[in-house]
């Protein structure tokens, strides 16, 4: 019986045999029986997907387009299938340092693109800062503690903006507290705080000169 067969026997993954590229004694996989790859061992084949990455992901393209419909309806029931399996898979991946750099490289890009999101990424650190001050606990929904969206936000500040404001500079200009956070020391507080009558666009330089002053 030939080292593949008996590894298949046996269920194994991998099996030790000569490579035809390299001519050594070494490690082969049991699914690698067909292809560019038969009778390459494990090390040969790494070799060669690392220096064709642009060869492999076009084909990988290329059948992709003309399998589509049959690709979508496998995944399809693949998750369906496997959910454990998915999940297990993308906790996997979330811990991994390209998960967390691809996470970083998003949320910037959204961020310095989309006013809303920079809201809401805005608005989390504020309502994070209040919540530290007065020593209390998120307890529901930003939307719903507020009392309003962060579109109703962007619109309302939109409307105070002065002349040379815009969300391409934001960051030049803060949001302001009319009656400053600093004023708050209840959870209860959390709307009034945070209320539309009390937040205006600002330009930093001044705002930061104001400190926690009441200046209105």
């Keep these: 019986m030939r080292p593949r067969q008996k590894a298949i026997k046996n269920k194994d993954k991998t099996y030790i045999a000569f490579c035809k590229r390299c001519d ?62 998915i999940r297990e898979r993308a906790r996997k991946w979330e811990a991994t340092p390209a998960a967390k750099k691809w996470r970083t490289e998003y949320k910037m890009k959204r961020y310095h693109s989309e006013p809303v999101y920079r809201l809401k990424e805005i608005r989390k650190r504020h309502l994070h800062h209040f919540l530290k001050q007065v020593g209390g606990t998120k307890t529901g929904r930003t939307e719903e503690l507020l009392g309003y969206t962060a579109e109703e936000l962007k619109a309302h500040l939109e409307s105070l903006f002065k002349d040379g404001m815009t969300w391409e500079n934001q960051g030049k200009w803060h949001i302001d507290h009319r009656i400053p956070q600093s004023y708050f020391t209840s959870i209860d507080q959390i709307k009034e705080c945070f209320a539309l009558s009390n937040l205006k666009p600002e330009w930093a330089e001044w705002n930061m000169s104001k400190g926690n002053r009441f200046i209105g």
């Design 24 to 85: 050594k004694e070494t490690v082969h996989e049991t699914s690698n029986s067909k292809g560019r790859h038969s009778g390459a061992c494990k090390p040969c084949r790494a070799l060669w997907r690392k220096n064709n990455k642009k060869l492999i992901d076009e084909g990988m393209k290329r059948y992709y387009q003309e399998n589509r419909e049959e690709r979508l309806l496998y995944g399809k029931q693949y998750r369906k299938n496997n959910p454990d399996k």
